[in-house]
Each structure stands twice: as C-alpha cells, then as structure tokens.
C-alpha cells in the first residue's frame, strides 16, 4: 500500500510540471503578439483613442463634427498669430512709405484679421504666410477672393492676374472676342471623342446598354451637324443633347480602355480632318473666283428691275446730241456692264468738278444692261453734267468686233523662294486695254481728245486740269508701275522692246483721239494681236496684254503718280494719307468694292458716293 501511495504521489508532481510549463509559453507567446501590436498602434496612431484618467473625452457623432472641432482649432491658432502680426506692424508703421499698396496674399491665414487691419487703417505685411505645423495640417476651402486689386483664386481652372503693366494675362482678359459658333464646335469635339472611345465600349459584353446609348448619341450629333453650321441653325433643344453626350462619355471614360484603340480611331480622325481641310480649302478658292467673276444676285435683280420699269413707264429718251459731240467740252468715257459702278465714278466725278456744267459722260455697256442703264441715270441725274449711254453691240462700226470687254486685270507674282507664304514676296494686278479700247477713235470720231476712267475708280479731285496737259505727241497719259518692269513679264516674247520700261496702267487715261488717229494706233493692236494668235500655244488673255504693250511702246506719257493710286482691290497695307492724297482710287483686284469680299477698310471711300435712296437698291436688297 505505502508502495503505491508514493507512486501516486510522484505523478501528482508531474502534472504540476506540467500545468506550470504550459502556463508559462501561453505567457511568451502572448509577451510576442503585444511587442507586434504595440508598435502596430503606435504607426497607425491608434493611440490616440486611449486618453489619461481625468480627462473626459467627447466622441463626435459624425466625421463633419470631428472635421469642424479641428478646424476651429486651427482658427484659434491662427487668430492668435494674425494679433502678433498687428502688433508689429503697429510698431513699424511710420517707417512705411504712405503711397506703397502693399497686397496680402495669405491661404493659411483668417480673413477678418486683414478686415480689421483694414478698418484700422493699418499697412498690411507683403506676403505674410502662417506655416502650420505638422500635427494641424488640416486642408480648408477657401473661396475665391479679391484682395487689394489681386485676384486670389482657389481655383485651378481659372487664371490668376497680376495687377502689373504688360501682364498678359490682362490684356488677353480685356481683348477677348466671343467665339463665333462656339456650339458648334464644342459638338464637334464632343463627337470626335464619342467616336475615339466607342469602338473599346463596343467590345465590352456587360456595356450593351452604354453603347447603344453612345451610337444613339453619336448618331443625333452627325445628324444636326450636317443640317447645321452655325449656332443660330441649331435646334432649341440642344441643350439636353449636349448634357446626354457628357454624361456618356464621362461614364465611358471611366472603364479601362486600350488606349491603342483609342490612338488608332484618334489618328483616324485625324486623318479624315485634314482630308476634309483640304476639301473645303479646294472648294473656298473654286468659290471665291466664282465670286469674283460672276454678278451679284442683287446687283443682276437690280438690272432686271430697272429694265422691266424703262419699258413700263414709257421712259422718253432726251439727249443733248450736240453736247456729246462737241470737242470744246470735257468728255469721259467709261465701258461698264455694272450700273452701281458707273454711278458711283460719275457721282464722285462731278461732285469734285468746280464746274460740272462742261462735263460729258459716255457710258458703253452691252445690250443686256443698255436699258437699265439708260432707266437709272433717268431716275438719277447728275447735277447739270450730260450724260450718254451707248449700246456697243448696236453701234455701226463696219467689220470690228463689237463685244464689249472690259478692261483686263493680269495677275504678277514675284515670289521670292520656295515658300509662297513668305512676306518678301510680291503680287500686283496690271489693268491694261482690251479690244473695247481700241474702237474710241471710230465710236467718238468728232472728239479730239476724253479721259477714260475705268468702272472700279473713285475720284477724290477735280479733273479739269488733265486737258490742260501738254503730253509731247503721246498718245496715253497713265501712271507707270515701276514695280514691274516689261523684262520681268514670262509671257513677254523677248523682241524689240526695252525690258527696263515701266508698265502702265488702266484706270485714269488721258487719251489724245486725234493723235491716236495719226499714228493708227488701232490698225498697228490688231496687227501685233494676230501675230501673237497665228503663233499658237498662248492664251488670248496672254496675247492681248503683248500687243497693248507693243502697241503703246514709246507713246506713253506718265502722269505723276498723285493721278491715280491703285492695289485697294488687294493690298490691305495702304497708308491712309497715301489714300487722302491720291486724285483718283482704283480698286483694281479681285476684291471689289460692291462684293462682300472687298477689303472693309476702303469700302467707305467707294459707298459714300452711293445713291443709298433709290427704291430699287431696298427691293433688290442691295447693301454693299
């Protein structure tokens, strides 16, 4: 018995070991998890949550509360650095120079303490800025604000100003320029990027819904686009359009997309962009020489009109014959199909004549616009000047050909490169003689001498004294183009002629008939003109400009250059005086007074000159 009294004994003793052993890793293991934990808390600053016995902590209900306690910490703190800062500038202030505005541009620090600097009437420190410190790092909106002429703005989007001389920022603020059909183009890029991202929304399953709506979208916008092309043609409801295709595109923004794809379908539309730049610049010049050889509809309805109003009202046709053919009267000629045109050359004409009663005018127009010509200087007399108007078609002048031509206008380039854009090079237009030209003598066979002024001229003086002239023998009095010379013309056959000579122009010409006559000026045009047909290979434009200037080689005589000032058909850069000074303007080029593309700046010279009351001009709606 005694025997297994110590054995139990012993195995008692064993299990208290035991026990003990267990106790004792369960205690090491748990010392390991603390000295994980405890570092843990501290770097995910947990311990902040366990506070001192004595202080008894609020817990907010809701983040916004804990967000505003912070806050109005921070403003405490700045509040009291903000009265600092006006105590030392109280102290410093006599030494501040009265005129200097000094701006206070602060994020971090209060705004009513610059008001009450303000109000004290105190100088406010340049750029004074509280730095925060680490733990009070609490990020606060502040609304835009204006601070002494400095525009503040929390904005990113927005640009900020600087108040200084030559800023930028302010002269692009204050220049700007509404853009026009902004629109329209905001749908266009709308449109360009619904189409870079539908082809990846289109592969995606789960996005059947957000690609029909992007077709349907993309569909309606190529749909107003093409019956629109401009603001003012876009349907009321576009509004709502424009918010539907944001918000589908904002939501297919953001899934990932291959960008490749995008990239492709980018440069795709790119590519169709300057395919269709090329197209419409193509079609804006095919466009603007069909507006500059072709009749304004306006004008064409007010030739119609006159000519159905000559036949109705039984117009009697009264003309001083013996003036238009009496030789000691100043006579003008004008070869004209454009009734405005005309007008506006003889009411300039007489309107700067000391005495217009000497004054006779011939207008030659074709048999198209004879009548209407003949109505509206019926209904628009001009002071006590005379005035005729000659059908050429109609006019018996034996074998000539009577088609009425106006006078040509030759383009001449001098480029100085290869880069046609380059501002060395030069462009001018020559307005010479045509066929019309060289039937005067037959046409006004009593006159001795007339003054030729083309339809596109404007005139500024009194043009009496041009029959005073002693011309030497000449037969044309022009002003010469020294610009061009004859040597400089490609299309000049090189022959017996000074390739050093001054080109003259059309425009104002004092013509002498009876000198014209002597010399048989007519005869020698046509013969050089049939030489240079018989020729072959050149255009007849080309052979007409060679045998006007064959022809009058030597039998030029040159007015000064104050007669007449040409380019305000295509030179934008004339200098206004130059203009004011010059005796006659000649609107030779493409861009005519009484088209819309005219130059607008030397427009008013032309339209002044304008009968703005006649009815016709409102029926026809003409308004050059």
Known sequence: ????????????????????????????????????????????????????????????????????????????????????????????????????????????????????????????????????????????????????????????????????????????????????????????????????????????????????????????????????????????????????????????????????????????????????????????????????????????????????????????????????????????????????????????????????????????????????MKQWFIRNPCKQAAIQVLNIEKLELDNSDRTLSLPAEFRVSFLSGANLASQENRTYYLSLFTQSHYLLPKIFHKLKKVVFLDHDVVVQRDLSPLWELNMEGKVNGAVKECAVRLGQLKSLKRGSFDTNACLWMSGLNVIDLARWRELGVSETYQKFYKQQMNGGGISREAVALQASLLTFQDKIYALDDKWALSGLGYDYYINTQTIKNAATLHYNGNMKPWLELGIPQYKNYWRKHLNREDRFLSDCNVNP
């Open 1 to 372: 018995m005694k025997g297994g009294g110590v054995g139990g004994g012993g195995g008692g003793s064993g299990g208290g070991g035991k026990r003990r052993w267990k106790v004792l890793v369960i205690g090491v293991l748990v010392l390991v998890i603390l000295s994980m934990l405890v570092p843990l808390a501290f770097l995910l600053g947990l311990h902040n949550s366990f506070h001192s016995p004595g202080i008894v902590t609020v817990q907010p209900s809701s983040p916004n509360q804990f967000e505003r306690s912070r806050i109005n910490a921070t403003k405490h703190s700045q509040t009291d650095l903000s009265k600092r800062v006006d105590q030392v500038l109280q102290k410093i202030n006599p030494v501040l120079p009265k005129k200097i505005d000094i701006n206070v541009v602060s994020r971090d620090m209060n705004t009513t303490s610059i008001s009450d600097s303000k109000k004290k009437g105190l100088p406010v420190s340049p750029a004074v800025v509280a730095n925060p410190s680490p733990a009070n790092k609490t990020k606060t909106e502040v609304p835009p604000k204006v601070v002494q002429g400095a525009i503040v703005n929390a904005d990113e989007t927005q640009s900020t100003c600087q108040v200084k001389y030559g800023s930028y920022c302010l002269w692009r603020e204050e220049n700007k320029e509404p853009m026009k059909d902004a629109k329209v183009k905001h749908m266009k890029d709308l449109l360009f990027v619904a189409r870079a991202y539908y082809p990846s929304i289109a592969k995606m399953p789960s996005q059947s819904k957000l690609t029909r709506d992007m077709k349907q979208n993309i569909q309606e916008f190529e749909r107003i686009l093409s019956e629109s092309s401009a603001d003012a043609d876009l349907p009321p409801q576009v509004d709502k359009k424009f918010e539907k295709m944001d918000a589908v595109i904002s939501k297919a923004k953001s899934f990932p997309v291959d960008c490749n794809n995008v990239d492709k379908k980018l440069r795709q539309i790119l590519d169709l962009t300057e395919d269709e730049a090329s197209f419409h610049m193509k079609q804006s010049v095919f466009l603007y020489q069909l507006a500059v050889h072709t009749m304004p509809k306006s004008l064409h309805c007010l030739s119609m009109r006159l000519t159905v109003e000559y036949f109705k009202s039984g117009s009697v046709d009264v003309e001083d014959n013996e003036k238009f053919s009496d030789p000691s009267l100043l006579h003008f000629v004008i070869i004209s199909d454009n009734i405005l045109a005309s007008s506006v050359v003889i009411n300039s004409t007489v309107l700067h004549a000391r005495d217009s009663k000497n004054f006779v005018f011939h207008v030659l127009t074709d048999e198209q616009n004879y009548f209407a």
